[in-house]
């Protein structure tokens, strides 16, 4: 079992930036591929951001990428994804996710999540 706790969201202007945390529980870390994904009102879920196990593979939505860096410590059991040049609408709530195994975009692969945090930009 994999507990992830995800910390600071906030609000912030356009042009700003965020850096999300997210801390895993356990011995194992290392061991999950990691992920961030958001959900904004009415819309789906949708894929940010993914890091594999050794943290030497990364991948971004089109979206965020140039904007958005995606990184991970294995000693302290947290990934990170760094967040400049927000836009509006990157406003949402923001998962960080774990999966075993490779490394992938696909949200149903992960199999445990965080309780998101809330990010707003505002123009």
């Known amino acids: 079992q994999v507990q992830l706790v995800e910390s600071g969201g906030g609000s912030v202007q356009a042009g700003g930036s965020l850096r999300l945390s997210c801390a895993a529980s356990g011995r194992t870390f290392s061991s999950y591929a990691m992920g961030w994904f958001r959900q904004a009102p009415g819309k789906e879920r949708e894929f940010v951001a993914a890091i594999s196990r050794s943290g030497g593979s990364t991948y971004l939505a089109d979206s965020v990428k140039g904007r958005f860096t995606i990184s991970r410590d294995n000693a302290k059991n947290t990934v990170y994804l760094q967040m400049n040049s927000l836009k509006p609408e990157d406003t949402a709530v923001y998962y960080c996710?774990?999966?075993?195994?490779?490394?992938?975009?696909?949200?149903?692969?992960?199999?445990?999540w965080g309780q998101g945090t809330q990010v707003t930009v505002s123009s």
């Open positions: 996710a774990a999966a075993r195994g490779v490394v992938t975009t696909r949200g149903a692969l992960y199999d445990y």
